[in-house]
Structures are given as structure tokens and as C-alpha cells.
T-cell receptor, first 111, second 113 residues
Framework: KAGVTQTPRYLIKTRGQQVTLSCSPISGHRSVSWYQQTPGQGLQFLFEYFSETQRNKGNFPGRFSGRQFSNSRSEMNVSTLELGDSALYLC??????????FGSGTRLTVV | AQSVTQLDSQVPVFEEAPVELRCNYSSSVSVYLFWYVQYPNQGLQLLLK??????LVKGINGFEAEFNKSQTSFHLRKPSVHISDTAEYFC???????????FGTGTRLLVSP
């Protein structure tokens, strides 16, 4: 059974640009969550999608957005990048909320 | 709102010694509890979880944890660690009605020969 796939693994962007990260969940999982991991703030919840609907949202500015497609794949977008957006972005998929499987993450560096 | 406290930022231990990583949580409602491990440059791997039932939960790689409701704790234990257990360990909580994990700040386990 394939795990959660996140692409790309590494990304370098310039301040002011925008970026799109992709997450393919485990087959059959309809819930996809996104987390940001930084040394200073730790692991923080961004948002969660279920059946193409955003079900929960964390305390991040509107520059952070996401969506989920009918095949449960999800993308997150960050516009007008800031240096502080440099982080490891993790995606997790879940069948029923009782267990979350994480991908390897996308490491975003903003210069 | 829930919160998770991992008091130990770093725990050094010798190989084959036992270890306990502490986790305390606060929540006004019923919770699910999780322990994850993160190796360098990787994502999070689920070690074990408590949803209901027996308070002693066994996970992968010889780890176990005990849910203590009165002390609001979910400490992780392993009777004998290996060098390969060197990693960052995260405790997380989720209330039963909200699909969001709240993580602790992590504990770095350093196993030396």
C-alpha cells in the first residue's frame, strides 16, 4: 500500500513569490491535513480537508490556502512568500481521524 | 483548548538502558493521544495511539505508553533502547470532536554506546 506522497521534497523560492505544494493521500483516505514545522514554533496545524471541503483551519494568515480534489489529492498554496515561511510542510492523511499517516514533507526555503 | 507539554527537550541515555519520555496534556473533553517519531529529514511515523480501552498501549519498535487520566499523562517507555532509536519524539492530542492534532514541542532522544 503506497504511503502519503508529497512533492516536491525540496523547494527554494524568493520573497514575494508564491508556491504550491502537493500531497497524495493513501488510497481510500478522504481526510488530508497540513502542518507547518519550524524550529521556533514546532508543529502547527494549517488546515484539514475532507471530501473537497475545508473542515478545519488553523491560525495562519490568508496567504496560506489549500484545496482538495475529487481524488482526495490536496494542494496548499502560499502567496507573497516571507522569510518566516521557511519550514518543513507536512501532509497527513486519515481514514477516520483515529490515525494519521504523514508524508516525508516538503522543505521550503525562502531567500 | 488542548495543549501538550513535553518537559524534557533532550534525553540522553546509554544503549540497552530503559527510557521514559514524558508527556502531559490538558483538555476539557475526551481525547485521543498519539506518539510519533521523526528521524532527520523525514516525516512523522506513528509509534502508538490511545483511543479507548486498555490504558497500556503497545506500539512498534518495542515502545509502549500508559494513559493516566487522573494525572493527564501519556508517558512513552522502552525497556532497552538501541542506537537506532536516536530521533525526535512528539506527543500529540486530539479531542474526539475535532480533526486536528496538537503537538508537544518534542523530545530528542540521544542514545550513545
Amino acid at each position: 500500500k503506497a504511503g502519503v506522497t508529497q512533492t516536491p521534497r525540496y523547494l527554494i523560492k524568493t520573497r514575494g513569490q508564491q508556491v504550491t505544494l502537493s500531497c497524495s493521500p493513501i488510497s481510500g483516505h478522504r481526510s488530508v491535513s497540513w502542518y507547518q514545522q519550524t524550529p521556533g514554533q514546532g508543529l502547527q496545524f494549517l488546515f484539514e480537508y475532507f471530501s473537497e471541503t475545508q473542515r478545519n483551519k488553523g491560525n495562519f494568515p490568508g496567504r496560506f490556502s489549500g484545496r482538495q480534489f475529487s481524488n482526495s489529492r490536496s494542494e496548499m498554496n502560499v502567496s507573497t512568500l516571507e522569510l518566516g515561511d521557511s519550514a518543513l510542510y507536512l501532509c497527513a492523511s486519515s481514514l477516520d481521524g483515529n490515525g494519521y499517516t504523514f508524508g516525508s514533507g516538503t522543505r521550503l526555503t525562502v531567500v | 483548548a488542548q495543549s501538550v507539554t513535553q518537559l524534557d527537550s533532550q534525553v540522553p541515555v546509554f544503549e540497552e538502558a530503559p527510557v521514559e519520555l514524558r508527556c502531559n496534556y490538558s483538555s476539557s473533553v475526551s481525547v485521543y493521544l498519539f506518539w510519533y517519531v521523526q528521524y532527520p529529514n523525514q516525516g512523522l511515523q506513528l509509534l502508538l495511539k490511545y483511543l479507548s480501552g486498555s490504558t497500556l498501549v503497545k506500539g512498534i519498535n518495542g515502545f509502549e505508553a500508559e494513559f493516566n487520566k487522573s494525572q493527564t499523562s501519556f508517558h512513552l517507555r522502552k525497556p532497552s533502547v538501541h542506537i537506532s532509536d536516536t530521533a525526535e519524539y512528539f506527543c500529540a492530542v486530539r479531542n474526539t470532536g475535532f480533526q486536528k492534532l496538537v503537538f508537544g514541542t518534542g523530545t530528542r532522544l540521544l542514545v550513545s554506546p
